[in-house]
């Protein structure tokens, strides 16, 4: 009795929410907002494709992490092109730069900007040596004929990109290969840079750019950095790679940063 009594009660009640013209207008709106596969869940929500998205980079990188250097190509292609959403390559906001908190191992994370001509430096780069990233063991080598070091403090976004000095969320430790190679410039970041900061000077557009360090396990070293960049006004520039932090001729120890010469 009690059962029936409430579902007479139910069925009452939502009789009359129904007849309620506001009422009805609203749920025919919720039902008929989306196509039929949208409300059956058979086809995926903006938030859904991004998420995929978002799971497929990430898998990505843990790929990228396992690579092996084959001894002769430093720069390998993840994707033809960069694959940032349409919320991504969004302008509202102008032009921006963020930077990952430190880890606990005080390791930098990913640094993602919108760039544009608004971020770019207007007076020279001031000193970073008070700066030490994780794997700090730097020693004087020979590269290219030439005395050098064999690490660098490597910016994750450039400081001709982004204005930024001593900021150690933006520094790790990179070879000098991988950093800037003058015989070499394709096969190192200095070359990406100088290309979507060329772009930037001549259009005054904007690039989407995003770089993300690759650490094995509590490795105090990165494995490499993935460069993404995608132009927002035209398809100039569209690139995703992934540089390995090698250094020609020496072993790194990337837990610790220690190297020795290669036998």
């Known amino acids: 009795m009690k059962k029936n009594k409430f579902l007479l009660v139910s069925l009452l009640f939502l009789a009359i929410f129904l007849v309620q013209p506001q009422n009805f207008n609203f749920l025919k709106e919720v039902f008929t907002q989306n196509d039929l596969a949208t409300q059956l869940n058979i086809s995926q929500s903006p938030e859904e494709k991004n998420d995929s998205t978002a799971t497929d980079h990430q898998t990505q990188n843990e790929e990228l ?12 292609a993840v994707n033809g092109k960069a694959n940032f959403t349409t919320e991504e390559l969004s302008l509202t906001n102008g032009s921006w730069e963020k930077y990952s ?3 606990f191992l005080n390791r930098v994370g990913v640094a ?11 007076s020279k780069r001031e000193a970073i040596s008070s700066v030490k990233p994780t794997g700090w063991k730097n020693k004087k080598i020979t590269f290219n004929g030439k005395q050098d070091y064999l690490y660098n403090r490597s910016h994750l976004i450039g400081f001709q990109l982004s204005g930024e000095n001593a900021n150690v969320k933006n520094l790790f430790t990179g070879t000098r290969a991988l950093n800037a190679n003058f015989s070499d410039e394709k096969s190192s970041m200095v070359y990406y840079e100088n290309m979507v900061a060329d772009y930037i000077k001549t259009t005054g557009h904007h690039v989407r750019y995003r770089v993300t360090p ?20 035209d398809d100039t520039i569209s690139f995703d790679v992934y540089l390995f932090n090698i250094q020609p001729g020496y072993d790194i120890n990337y837990l610790t940063g220690t190297s020795k010469k290669s036998q």
């Open 112 to 122: 993602e900007a919108m760039l544009g001509q608004d971020l770019m430096p207007t």
């Open 65 to 76: 992490k396992s690579q092996k250097y084959d001894g002769h190509h430093q720069v390998i």
């Open 214 to 233: 690759l650490f094995k396990n509590v490795e105090l070293v990165c494995r490499g950095v993935r460069m993404e960049a995608q132009s927002v006004e």
């Open 101 to 103: 908190d430190l880890d």
